[in-house]
């Protein structure tokens, strides 16, 4: 009888289906992540990739991360690598909103001296610092180009900082089509640095999955200018990009004639731009609501209460 190769696990498509499933349901209990742990070391590149996927809500449990690490670094599978490098955006996003760069665009930030004390002794900053390093060496070093793509992707999050920006611009200007979606993703985090290269990007002639990406990267951005470049495209012939450009309009609330360009497109011809209509409508209606509360009734729109204002 034939023996498999020692690298090869028999039940391996039992392990990747309880993997993909705690990534499903975000249940990193310790049990699971005692199951990741396991996996990240295993022999068939089929599990350990699985598990360095599954390892982004995990990744500060004990030696996850250096696991982790060790596999973006050296693992011989390029697609294993890649799967790391994609978990490891988790420690840039968790180091961004803990304050541990000095960002303009993230908005959450320590309770109190304590808790940020605690994250400083805690070990967050050295990981966060470890990973960051690796990162921007793959993205400056590193020969597969889809390598660099990922490492721009994970490092999105730290898009407020001129070294990033420039690569984002660097990526957007590629003739490769993967650098530019993954530049424009980028892009949809600090929008307001990119104002005028999204509406550059927003016109009808432009390829549909760049044009996607670009109405998508403006979704936050608050801009007028986006606004009107969006309703520029709104004769396009593709549902999807219609169903883009309408979500990030309603989001974006400042088109004038937003209602009516709402109920025209609610009775579509397709549904699913029928349904982003509609959808847009109550996201509109939400804001304005919210909009009343905090400019007419001086009201928090959270709490009800009324703002605190100067005698």
Not at 139 to 162: V, Y
Not at 184 to 205: D, R, S, V
């Amino acid at each position: 009888m034939n023996e498999l190769p020692f690298e090869m696990d028999p039940d391996w498509k039992l392990i990747l289906e309880r993997l993909s499933k705690i990534r499903l349901e975000n249940d990193y209990s310790i049990g699971n992540a005692e199951f990741i742990r396991t996996h990240l070391t295993s022999f068939d590149d089929r599990i350990r990739g699985g598990a360095a996927l599954a390892a982004t809500g995990c990744l500060f449990e004990p030696n996850i991360l250096d696991l982790v690490i060790d596999i973006a670094e050296t693992d011989g599978n390029v697609a294993i690598r890649k799967a790391a490098l994609q978990s490891l955006s988790t420690v840039i996003y968790e180091g961004v909103m803990q304050g541990l760069e000095e960002s303009h665009g993230a908005d959450t930030f320590m309770d109190d001296a304590e808790e940020w004390e605690e994250f400083q002794t805690g070990g967050l900053k050295e990981d966060y610092l470890r990973v960051k390093h690796l990162l921007l060496n793959v993205l400056e070093d590193e020969i597969d180009l889809s390598m660099q793509e990922l490492a721009l992707s994970s490092l999105a999050d730290l898009g407020f900082q001129p070294e990033i920006r420039e690569k984002i611009a660097e990526f957007f200007h590629s003739e490769r089509q993967a650098s530019r979606l993954i530049a424009l993703h980028a892009m949809g985090k600090f929008p307001q640095y990119w104002i005028e290269t999204l509406a550059e990007a927003i016109q009808l002639e432009t390829p549909v999955a760049i044009l996607k990406e670009a109405i998508s990267a403006a979704y936050s951005s608050r801009s007028g200018e986006l606004s009107r470049a969006i309703e520029g495209i709104l004769t396009h012939k593709d549902p999807e990009v219609l169903r883009f450009a309408i979500l990030t309009l309603s989001n974006i609330n400042l088109s004038d004639n937003l209602g009516d360009i709402l109920q025209h497109f609610s009775l579509h011809e397709n549904s699913l731009v029928q349904e982003a209509a509609k959808d847009g409508i109550e996201l509109m209606n939400q804001q304005n609501f919210q909009s009343y509360l905090s400019d007419d009734l001086g009201m928090d729109a959270e709490t009800d209460d009324p703002e605190e204002t100067d005698d």
